[in-house]
């Protein structure tokens, strides 16, 4: 369709082209509408059909569609009717909490209740507004602010009255949808808000009392539930995110896919690959577990209730608002075993010595220190019980870090890592996951201004079931006796000190949260070994922190040390044993050592020919080895056990491709995009196999689409020059790094 803003003809005449645009696209809500009714059923009241239509055409008058017939784009979301919704549609959640007492309370204090109008969100928003439109919040709108995205609030000059705001993310917002399609920014449909739907469909809404519902259970049922609601896929609407080129005027960029992640680990049970098998667990069994209801919400059973608070990681909101309960709640969550964090190793090198000592356990060897030794400390960080990484979301604008610490005997800080500054602000040589974006002048984008984004310097994160490593070198004091005592913790805050400061207009201590924490005395002289505590439940056993550390290795590409590591787990846990050979052969494949690799698996693959991991690992030899059709038959093996894993999928997909199975590669890369629409991968697969069959437009199509998803290999060195220019980021890009510590001065 044409439009003012595409259209650069000098032949016409901007007042006319902004008249064709209009006219095209009230001919387009018009068709959209049409369609709709001829395929719905007649509706009870057809006055309210005839109400939303008018309502659709009178506000399309005015609209700008800016981003073409989609009413709603740049974000992903739509409608039923693929049209607008009257604003007297979306019930205020006031209304439910006549009834839902318990639910709405615990809403009204959640992120999803403040959606929009916390500062924090409306400081980012409002600076998209004005420095490029209001047209383009629609983006973000789609998952803060339904209601406006969908009665046309979101254009200039707008007329629509808006008493929805408070509500961000309601009540009827999310019970109203009826479809997602896995695209994220508002990957879903909004169906048209009703109270009831009577077993023939019919809809009703307005004029709905709260008696009629209460005597219409059944009916009040079906208008607000159904099973998608309960699925990963309906979070994952709005819980993925990416940056389209129609907001930054440059191409697709990934900010992050929660869901995603949650279907690749070990709590979805539909991967093999992860390192832990773990019970199945979704975003609603994690995040909405059963709590007291003591205002008797009509809903609750035996005095509890699935928890509306959603209880994550936000702190900032419950700070702002002085909302004690949901803090506290936010910050049990934040406290409950999510992460471990483990002192498990000491590198030793003595004056006079070429060799450092490797000393792990640390707690589990006798050793000597003295002073004037430099001693690395080796940490390890696990995302132990989460389901997807950690952080997860938006890592470029709150800060998870570790504090290390040694300290004397008095309590004295001798040196230290990733403590907050006087001025508030984080130590910049902090060990941290954080993603940090660089604009295309190539500076600092520190104020999440996401349309502004070029590159990401650094995307740190640990992934569900996965392990990092800090080391953190410091020499021994000289004169220093009795012990040195080595204190690390993970902690969380949100959000970074210069956007709150941005956002409020001053400075504010924000919550910090201690997620994990680990101590370790080690004596100046003689250390002495410390024997398994059979009565301490808590410990994690010393087969899993072998295993944690390798996987950190092997993560870090450390290789060598990552098969020593898995050798040591295997060793010591006879149940755990087949993963952790399964673990080594990967860090032999990852070498190019193949027959290592080759001859441990055969024997894991020996003892259970049904174990999926070393049959998927077994596959990539003897792909490598040209066996194609024995690769083949492990795939399948896999695939039997885990229809949806993506990576089996994507190498059967491949080996498709080398047998010239179209059809089989068709197959293979259109469920993977069934899972994520957005698989690099199998666009550029599709793509190549569309253009063998001749399939021209197809082949355009997904190209189209690999252009954009892929990343920009300019993009580089933007990055690079960033990390130059900064060295106080530079080192946490590094896989494999260490922080050299200096004495605090004085102590």
Known sequence: MLSAERNNSPSVAPQRRRSIARLACLIFIGAAATVFMRGRQVAADPDKSVSQN??????????????????????????TTGTFIPGEMFVPAKRCGTCHTDAHAQWRQSAHGNAFREPFYQKNVKDLQSQKGIEFTRHCESCHNPAALFTGALTKNSHVK?????????????HSIQSVDGHGIGGYVMGEPALLIKEDGTRLLAGVSDQQILDDIPSHRRAMMRPLLKTPEFCGACHKSQVPHELNDYKFLRAFMVADELQQSSFSKESPHPFYVRDKETCNSCHMKREAAPLFDVSAKKGTLVSHRWATANTAIPTFYKWPDQLNAVTKFLENDALGIDIFAIRRKSAGLSAEEFIAPVN?????????????????????NIGHS?????????????????????????????????????????????????????????KHHIWRTRVFAQNNQINSGRSDVARYQFHVPAHLTGALHLTARARYRRFTRVFSDYVLGKSVDYPIVTMATTEYAMQI??????????????????WRRWNNYGIALFDQRQYPPAIDAFSRAAELDEKYRPMALVNRAMAHIELEQYDEAANILDGVVKTNPTNARALFQQARIFMKRGLLDQAESNIRQVLAAFPRDRISLQQ????????????????????????????????????????????????????????????????LSLANQFLRKHPEMSNESVYWHVHELSRIPGE
């Open 525 to 542: 002289g003689d250390n002495s070994a410390k024997a398994v505590d059979p009565n301490d439940k808590t410990a994690v056993p010393d």
């Open 54 to 79: 008018t309502y659709a055409t009178e506000i399309a008058k005015t609209y700008d569609f800016k981003f073409g017939p989609n009413p709603f784009s740049p974000g992903n979301a739509t409608t």
């Open 162 to 174: 808006r008493p929805f705001d408070d509500d961000g993310v309601s009540c009827i917002a999310c």
């Open 364 to 384: 589990r060897n006798n050793f000597r220190i003295t002073g004037g030794d430099r001693l690395t400390a080796e940490v390890v960080i696990t995302n132990k």
């Open 652 to 715: 059967l997909g491949e080996l498709c491709k080398i047998k010239r199975d179209y059809q089989g590669v068709l197959e293979c890369f259109g469920k993977i995009l069934a899972i994520d629409p957005e698989d690099l991968g199998a666009h550029y697969n599709l793509m190549l196999v569309y253009r063998k069959l001749g399939r021209t437009e197809d082949a355009k199509r997904e190209a189209k689409i690999f252009a954009d998803l892929k990343d920009d290999p300019g993009a």
């Open 390 to 446: 950690f952080p997860p979301e938006l890592r470029d604008f709150y800060e998870a870090y570790i504090e290390f610490i040694v300290s004397d005997d008095a309590g004295k800080a001798l040196y230290r890592s990733g403590f907050i500054k006087p001025d508030g602000y984080l130590d910049e040589s902090a060990h941290n996951y954080k993603t940090y974006l660089v604009k295309s002048d190539g500076t600092y984008n520190d």
